[in-house]
């Protein structure tokens, strides 16, 4: 647990990494293993902060702009960007040793964002592709608190909770003046609670990590309730270089001798990793009529690694590419993601 100090936070905060699947990303953990979105149970000691940036690029599918009017003839309004791009920058603090809380802001990119429309003209109906433009902006801002319920290296068990706040903007408009729809927004306009958990288990420098996330979407701007959203997965590591050392927990071990056991041996690693994540997302709701061609889930593997400084920075990369997918009309397929992260304990 607090090893944060000496292989600290490549993963503080973990969004895509954030479901590539809707416009806006999902709720972020915070850890230092595990893979580049599912995070590990470990906490920051008390008193220690920890910072973060995170860059995430995803690549959806191309749709031709055929396939999105036919999809907008028959009421699906599908759209497509270039890419995707999220910026984030996050800080964590220990309250005690085993309470962590961090706060995480997103920057959103949507490149070149264009959408299936379908009108009347006359008597007539008609089918084309809206040019949206490239949007960008502050999004929504993750409180979130996690507190370990186990004590020692070995194993350890953490719960989550926090909210998301409507911090992001949700009045970009179109090229021609026109609001653009709530799922294209940087920001939701909702306050989402998000719960959570995370535990992992060690065999000397093999590492298991497993996590998961849960968001509950209200209703935000112009009357539309996101769907809910899981993000949650399983990661293997393993560390190349000095083996951790693992701390039994007993009643004459106290936390401020681990501390200085960890400074006095901090040493330089290499992580190796691989993750199979997944993502589902329910279906939207605009003025209270489901949209049915939204939402969906998807499954991906991400091989990665990680370097942790003997000094406290520590940076990863990770490429996940999707094993199976199941998304509704109206979003595209994902073709990869690639996320980079550099954190820093102190």
Known sequence: MKKMLCAPVAALLAFPA???????????????????????????????????????????????????????????????????????????????????????????????????????????????????????????????????????????????????????????????????????????????????????????????????????????AQHTRLGNRFQGGIALSHRFGPAPHVHAPSHNHHHGDELDEHHEHAHSSWDGFVELGGEWEARQKIGGQIEEASGGKWAWVAPGFRFNSASGWSAAAALAIPVWQRIRASHPDNRYRLTLSLGRAF
């Open 18 to 220: 954030t479901p590539a699947l809707a416009d806006h990303m999902g709720a972020s953990g915070f850890g230092s293993g595990g893979g580049i979105t599912v995070f590990d149970p470990d906490t920051l000691d008390g008193g220690h902060w920890a910072a973060g940036l995170r860059l995430s690029y995803t690549r959806p599918e191309q749709r031709p702009d055929a396939d999105l009017a036919a999809l907008a003839a028959r009421h699906i309004h599908a759209h497509n960007t270039d890419y995707n791009l999220n910026a984030s920058v996050g800080l964590a603090y220990g309250v005690s040793h085993h309470l962590t809380v961090s706060a995480e802001l997103p920057y959103v990119h949507r490149h070149d964002l264009r959408e299936g429309a379908h009108a009347h003209v006359g008597e007539s109906a008609v089918s084309g592709v809206e040019q949206l433009g490239t949007v960008a902006g502050i999004g929504d801002l993750n409180l979130l608190a996690k507190y370990r319920l186990s004590e020692g290296e070995a194993a350890g068990f953490a719960l989550i909770g926090g909210i998301k706040l409507p911090t992001g903007s949700t009045h970009k408009r179109a090229p021609d003046g026109e609001r653009l729809e709530t799922e294209h927004q940087p920001g939701s306009g909702s306050w989402d609670p998000i719960v959570g958990a995370s535990a992992s288990t060690r065999m000397g420098s093999i590492r298991l990590t497993a996590s998961g996330l849960y968001q509950f979407s209200t209703k935000g």
